[in-house]
Nanobody, 125 residues
């Protein structure tokens, strides 16, 4: 069974940091395009960052550049999203997603086949 499990969400004050984890099972995350997405009620799920399998190419949405870092730990079959200097607009449910058949990731949800259950991130004072 192909599965992704997110963890690491929580409540944090503005300016704080969180590290989200996305643990893969049933497939090798190193060989898949992996994306992180955020969704808030009433809005579409939007891409935050992604990492490609072959060359490790990384993309970030503009609001995440300079604050978020996506990375892999292949031994753990896990992808991380380090989020620093968080602000209220970063609040939402964060999902990771995978497409084992793609060589290059893109920042769009329609490419991804496997989704986790999500983890809540709340930035509030």
């Amino acid at each position: 069974q192909l599965q992704l499990v997110e963890s690491g969400g929580g409540l944090v004050q503005p300016g704080g940091s969180l590290r989200l984890s996305c643990a893969a099972s049933g497939f090798t995350s190193e060989a898949a395009a992996i994306g992180w997405f955020r969704q808030v009620p009433g809005k579409e799920r939007e891409a935050v960052s992604c990492i490609s399998p072959t060359d490790g190419r990384i993309h970030y949405r503009d609001s995440a550049k300079g604050r978020f870092t996506i990375s892999r730990d292949n031994a753990m079959n896990t992808v991380f999203l380090q989020m620093n200097n968080l602000n209220i607009d970063d609040t939402g449910v964060y999902y990771c997603a995978a497409d084992p058949g793609e060589d290059e990731c893109i920042l769009h949800r329609l490419m991804y086949d496997i989704w986790g259950q999500g983890t809540q991130v709340t930035v509030s004072s």
